[in-house]
């Protein structure tokens, strides 16, 4: 009788305890005053325990019943999974206080709209590509090995026969490093396999070879008995899309370089000669020189995304990332050519010498010239609109909030003074761009050698002191284009990385450098188009792949959990310790230089709709000052993302009309070329060419 009432005073606890509906209390926090910085913490009652937690935030695990890092003013979910299968879906919000947290609300949403048309695949979409990533195997690391860690890791002893059907968590082998035994785990459950021999080295920092080699520190591989797809922390399935706005560029990319004989190519020498100033005509319409307009373009192109936006692509695409890199910079040349010689072509000088030109110009009266007067005015309305936003963020904001983080992180006396130090930038910048374009043209004639100079030849000793590794380091850039591990994303994984971050960084397509060259001194479009064409090379085939190689040389490809500019830095710093000061600078300059050419981009779009006077200049002026304080100021995060991405979508008008112009393009090449050969150009006198360089 007792057993009894026990057992049912028992049964009746865990009912009452566990068998009841689930029932959720959330504790919704905002900490502090900082953006995206929110948390929702929840304390869950009833139902049977263990539960599962599938939040909308993908970084959050599914065992967490914490998420954090959320997005003031946005919503997000979770279900709530017992273990009986019963479910409960929540919807939280954190509120937003302060007016920053209410801007990146707000914007957070648009920008995720914007990115679904930008990032689209259509691929996945018509169902001839599976963007889901999936892994054939999981390779095992020696234990306690990290990037750049100093050691020797030796298989002492496998635990395991090869071919063994292993258990996830079971151990499996036996490391030595540096003389102490460790054991190491099974991260997986599959089929063993091995990759080392026992008594065979796994990873010894001082060869250099495996200091360069991508996986050098594996030791083990557990096969799976079906492919595996890989997941985000919260279950979503991992995914490696092919976004529509990298295979516009590229493909028109692609189309340009064939249309134009491969000018990439065949015109790089001319090129050179035109930037050098030999072909220079000083009574030639226009404000500025060909190396003038090629530096004040490079200004706007050259900076973060080849610093930081390299080191993304490695962190995400490995080694392997940087030969399509290269490949997109080389098509892209032939982009820059096209758009910059109708920049020329369609430029308008008023009475008082001002000059106006860029996609608005050839979008409107290029297009009417050929019966689409209408699709003309539409596509250039657009682009300059956009244009205008990309000027605020991604030209100005991005760059005077990212210089503030990266200067303060070297220099502390700057931290909390993000005010103060905006100012101090408007005003330096606000001197620059009162002058027009030929100030702005001036002054990044000298700032743009020098600073990409420096970085040039910091990364030449990081190579040269290195240099043995460059057999290695080139293996590993062609092992990883080709033949990735799927943990990368495989080649369509690697070439899309390497593909998007050359289109953030050059720019060539985006229709932005057309407005800098269209100031060009010139009788002739094309002849600017050659210089144009210089930018890409510059910017995306020597100074990111030098970022990658510096990535490379160093090891710093495989470090994890740091990105953007800090791996960058860390790696430059692991040659020349005092070099993240000088980095600091460079990116300073950079970023500066990349402000004062977008305040000439956005101020053309401007004029274009708002009418071409000083008064119009002066009021896009101020608020282009006022915004340099603002991203200096404040953290605005989708704000800056927004707007940056914006000059991504300026490429949707810019290569509509570049498509349907570029049978005109060829047509003034072909009629360049024949008064090239026939010595009808104005060429420079020798003497004068030689007292200008010296």
């Given at each position: 009788?007792?057993?009894?009432?026990?057992?049912?005073?028992?049964?009746?606890?865990?009912?009452?305890?566990?068998?009841?509906?689930?029932?959720?209390?959330?504790?919704?926090?905002?900490?502090?005053?900082?953006?995206?910085?929110?948390?929702?913490?929840?304390?869950?009652?009833?139902?049977?325990?263990?539960?599962?937690?599938?939040?909308?935030?993908?970084?959050?695990?599914?065992?967490?019943?914490?998420?954090?890092?959320?997005?003031?003013?946005?919503?997000?979910?979770?279900?709530?999974?017992?273990?009986?299968?019963?479910?409960?879906?929540?919807?939280?919000?954190?509120?937003?206080?302060?007016?920053?947290?209410?801007?990146?609300?707000?914007?957070?949403?648009?920008?995720?709209?914007?990115?679904?048309?930008?990032?689209?695949?259509?691929?996945?979409?018509?169902?001839?590509?599976?963007?889901?990533?999936?892994?054939?195997?999981?390779?095992?690391?020696?234990?306690?090995?990290?990037?750049?860690?100093?050691?020797?890791?030796?298989?002492?002893?496998?635990?395991?026969?090869?071919?063994?059907?292993?258990?996830?968590?079971?151990?499996?082998?036996?490391?030595?490093?540096?003389?102490?035994?460790?054991?190491?785990?099974?991260?997986?459950?599959?089929?063993?396999?091995?990759?080392?021999?026992?008594?065979?080295?796994?990873?010894?920092?001082?060869?250099?070879?495996?200091?360069?080699?991508?996986?050098?520190?594996?030791?083990?591989?557990?096969?799976?008995?079906?492919?595996?797809?890989?997941?985000?922390?919260?279950?979503?399935?991992?995914?490696?899309?092919?976004?529509?706005?990298?295979?516009?560029?590229?493909?028109?990319?692609?189309?340009?370089?064939?249309?134009?004989?491969?000018?990439?190519?065949?015109?790089?020498?001319?090129?050179?000669?035109?930037?050098?100033?030999?072909?220079?005509?000083?009574?030639?319409?226009?404000?500025?020189?060909?190396?003038?307009?090629?530096?004040?373009?490079?200004?706007?192109?050259?900076?973060?995304?080849?610093?930081?936006?390299?080191?993304?692509?490695?962190?995400?695409?490995?080694?392997?990332?940087?030969?399509?890199?290269?490949?997109?910079?080389?098509?892209?040349?032939?982009?820059?050519?096209?758009?910059?010689?109708?920049?020329?072509?369609?430029?308008?000088i008023n009475s008082e010498g001002l000059l106006f030109g860029g996609p608005m110009n050839y979008l409107r009266y290029g297009l009417e010239k050929r019966g689409q007067k209408g699709l003309g005015k539409f596509l250039a309305v657009f682009f300059a609109i956009l244009a205008i936003g990309a000027s605020f963020g991604g030209g100005n904001m991005f760059q005077a909030n990212q210089s503030f983080v990266i200067l303060a992180g070297e220099f502390p006396i700057l931290v909390g003074n993000g005010f103060i130090f905006g100012l101090i930038v408007a005003v330096l910048v606000g001197i620059v761009i009162i002058g027009g374009i030929s100030s702005i043209a001036k002054v990044t004639g000298k700032i743009v050698p020098v600073m990409a100079g420096i970085y040039i030849l910091g990364a030449l000793i990081v190579i040269g002191v290195n240099i043995e590794n460059i057999g290695p380091a080139f293996s590993a850039i062609w092992d990883g284009a080709f033949s990735p591990s799927a943990l990368k994303g495989g080649v369509i994984g690697v070439l899309i990385v390497g593909f998007q971050r050359a289109a953030f960084s050059n720019e060539a397509g985006v229709g932005s450098a057309a407005i800098a060259h269209s100031a060009a001194k010139t009788h002739n479009p094309p002849s600017e188009g050659f210089v144009a064409l210089l930018e890409p090379f510059i910017d995306t085939v020597v100074v990111c792949t030098l970022t990658a190689l510096v990535l490379i040389f160093t090891g710093m490809h495989e470090v994890e959990g740091v990105g953007g500019v800090e791996l960058t830095s860390s790696a430059f710093g692991s040659v020349i310790s005092w070099f993240p000061y000088v980095l600091a600078t460079a990116v300073f300059l950079f970023a500066f230089s990349t402000m004062i050419s977008w305040s000439y981009y956005g101020m053309r779009a401007w004029t274009y709709l708002f009418g071409k006077s000083k008064k119009t200049e002066v009021v896009y002026k101020s608020l282009f000052l006022f915004f340099v304080v603002v991203g200096a100021s404040v953290s605005l995060g989708a704000v800056l993302d927004f707007s940056d991405m914006m000059i991504l979508a300026m490429s949707f008008p810019n290569i509509i009309g570049l498509y349907i112009m570029s049978g005109e393009v060829k047509k003034d090449l072909d009629a360049y070329r024949r008064k090239l050969k026939a010595g009808e150009l104005f060429r420079k006198p020798e003497r004068e060419r030689v007292k200008k360089a010296s």
């Open positions: 009788m007792r057993k009894s009432l026990l057992s049912f005073f028992f049964s009746a606890f865990i009912l009452t305890t566990y068998g009841q509906e689930l029932q959720v209390d959330a504790n919704v926090q905002n900490p502090t005053k900082e953006i995206n910085d929110g948390f929702v913490e929840l304390d869950v009652q009833g139902g049977t325990p263990p539960y599962q937690y599938k939040w909308s935030s993908q970084s959050t695990p599914l065992d967490s019943p914490r998420a954090e890092g959320l997005v003031e003013g946005m919503d997000y979910s979770v279900m709530i999974t017992d273990a009986a299968g019963n479910e409960l879906e929540k919807n939280y919000k954190v509120p937003a206080k302060e007016i920053t947290e209410h801007f990146n609300g707000t914007f957070a949403p648009i920008v995720a709209s914007m990115g679904s048309i930008l990032f689209w695949d259509p691929f996945s979409a018509i169902g001839i590509y599976d963007p889901v990533v999936y892994a054939d195997f999981r390779r095992v690391p020696a234990p306690d090995w990290e990037a750049n860690v100093d050691g020797k890791f030796v298989l002492a002893q496998w635990l395991q026969p090869e071919g063994t059907e292993v258990e996830e968590g079971e151990a499996i082998a036996v490391v030595s490093k540096d003389g102490e035994n460790i054991t190491a785990y099974a991260n997986a459950s599959g089929t063993l396999r091995y990759l080392v021999q026992e008594g065979g080295v796994i990873y010894n920092s001082e060869n250099k070879e495996h200091v360069i080699e991508q996986g050098a520190q594996y030791l083990a591989a557990i096969d799976y008995d079906n492919p595996v797809a890989l997941t985000h922390p919260n279950g979503d399935f991992q995914q490696k899309d092919i976004p529509f706005i990298v295979i516009w560029l590229v493909l028109g990319a692609l189309f340009f370089t064939v249309r134009m004989g491969f000018i990439n190519i065949r015109g790089f020498k001319h090129a050179l000669q035109l930037a050098k100033g030999k072909y220079d005509d000083p009574n030639a319409p226009g404000q500025v020189t060909h190396f003038q307009a090629l530096a004040t373009a490079v200004s706007g192109t050259v900076g973060l995304g080849n610093i930081a936006g390299v080191a993304v692509a490695i962190s995400l695409g490995g080694a392997g990332a940087t030969f399509w890199m290269i490949i997109a910079g080389l098509l892209g040349m032939s982009s820059k050519f096209v758009e910059c010689t109708l920049g020329v072509k369609y430029r308008f």
